[in-house]
């Protein structure tokens, strides 16, 4: 027999990035490349700084990237920083530990909170910290909004909150790349001085754009920071703010990609976007419940509504779970990062995305489970009974 190389259907993304690129993005960015220093790409780049600014919740400027998120998060700490300088995290999950790594290699003074991966960052340990630094020496408290190796998200108005009532002047740096566009999220209103994005995840798009949302005090602090930088160097790039033209070449076609999706966010409403994604989140929480299966976030105050991540039971392979789905129902989980691996698959439910999809998604990870021998209760039928109910989702604000 001819091997398959056709499988019919689509293929469910269902990790919590890359998402799915809807059809209205795709079409976006077939068009052929224009001149980047014409008046056409101007129009273009400044209608994107525009629409940009209420998905950050910033008034402020916010600097594009041809780069995947990391590129962001080390954009956030060169720009700021110098030599030597304390940087207060918080071990929340594989991010939190990847961001730190690059804080590090920076040659910064890491401060790390020990976590158990099942928790966000804690307001209250980070307050302690903050207010027995006495000297000022810590520059910056940086997190992640939420942890996608764990579907945690933390609290980032309380960590403002806990930040203020030390009276410490750190800059606070917060990593939204898989909550921006999903998850409620106020730059400005949480007093975020640097906030870290990309287009993979709840923006809709693919791999290849990132963003830096700057305060007046961490620009304040860009001035005289001394950590070496030359392609993430903020003032070049604030010029295209301004003016609409990039210090080097943009990635045009993205660009017509990310003004489509901020119009499709728009045109739905945030507070419809962000409502969208606690009800799927509140489904599959549902579903995970029936299943008899344990979530890895353990404070309900903490649930991501973007993704959920599920322990299999002792003697289970989650990885082999995960291949057995892909094999039959053509669905992509997310794998385990980092010391969960194999012992966790996790559901991306953000980005475009509906009922039926969820329903799909769902349906085809009790089969594998069925498939895989992990016993388990019906999950699909409290999911479909929350998707039938009208009342909105709880807990829209963190
Ligand atoms: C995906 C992700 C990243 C990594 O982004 P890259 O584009 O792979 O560099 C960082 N932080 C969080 C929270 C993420 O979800």
Request: one cysteine or more; glycine letters at 10%; hydrophobic letters at 45%.
């Amino acid at each position: 027999m001819r091997p398959v190389s056709h499988v019919s259907g689509i293929h469910f993304l269902q990790i919590p990035g890359p998402t799915n690129v809807p059809e209205r993005v795709l079409r976006a960015i077939d068009r052929a490349t224009i001149d980047h220093r014409g008046p056409e790409f101007q129009r273009l780049s400044l209608e994107i700084a525009c629409l940009l600014h209420p998905v950050f919740g910033a008034r402020g400027p916010i600097v594009i990237y041809p780069s995947s998120g990391s590129g962001a998060w080390e954009a956030a700490l060169v720009n700021t920083l110098s030599p030597g300088d304390r940087v207060l995290m918080a071990e929340t999950g594989q991010f939190a530990t990847l961001w730190s790594r690059i804080a590090t290699r920076l040659g910064l003074d890491l401060d790390m909170i020990p976590g158990d991966w099942r928790h966000g960052a804690d307001p209250d340990a980070i307050g302690e910290r903050l207010a027995a630094d006495t000297a000022h020496a810590i520059k910056a408290v940086a997190i992640v909004h939420n942890e996608t190796s764990t579907a945690v998200t933390s609290r980032v108005a309380e960590v403002r909150a806990a930040i203020d009532r030390a009276g410490h002047p750190a800059l606070l740096m917060v990593d939204t790349i898989s909550s921006l566009g999903s998850i409620e999220y106020r730059h400005d209103d949480w007093g975020v001085d640097v906030t870290v994005a990309g287009s993979q995840k709840g923006l809709m798009l693919p791999p290849g754009l990132a963003f830096n949302a700057i305060s007046e005090k961490a620009l304040a602090a860009s001035r005289t920071a001394r950590l070496p930088r030359s392609y993430w160097a903020w003032d070049d790039m604030l010029e295209s703010t301004r003016t609409g033209w990039f210090p080097y070449t943009p990635a045009t076609n993205m660009l017509y990609g990310l003004r489509e999706a901020l119009h499709m966010l728009d045109e739905e409403g945030l507070a419809n976007v962000y409502a969208r994604h606690a009800r799927h989140g509140e489904a599959t929480r549902r579903a995970v419940q029936g299943w008899g299966l344990e979530l890895v976030a353990l404070d309900p105050r903490e649930y991501s509504n973007s993704l959920t991540a599920i322990s299999v039971p002792e003697g289970f392979d989650a990885d082999a779970l995960r291949a057995t789905i892909l094999e039959r129902f053509n669905m992509s989980l997310g794998t385990g990062l980092g010391k969960l691996k194999g012992r966790v698959f996790r559901i991306g439910h953000l980005g475009s995305f509906n009922d039926l999809m969820l329903a799909g998604t769902l349906c085809g990870v009790q089969m594998g489970l069925d498939i895989a021998g992990i016993p388990h209760g019906d999950g699909v039928t409290p999911a479909l009974a929350q998707l039938t109910n009208p009342a909105p989702a709880l807990a829209l604000s963190r």
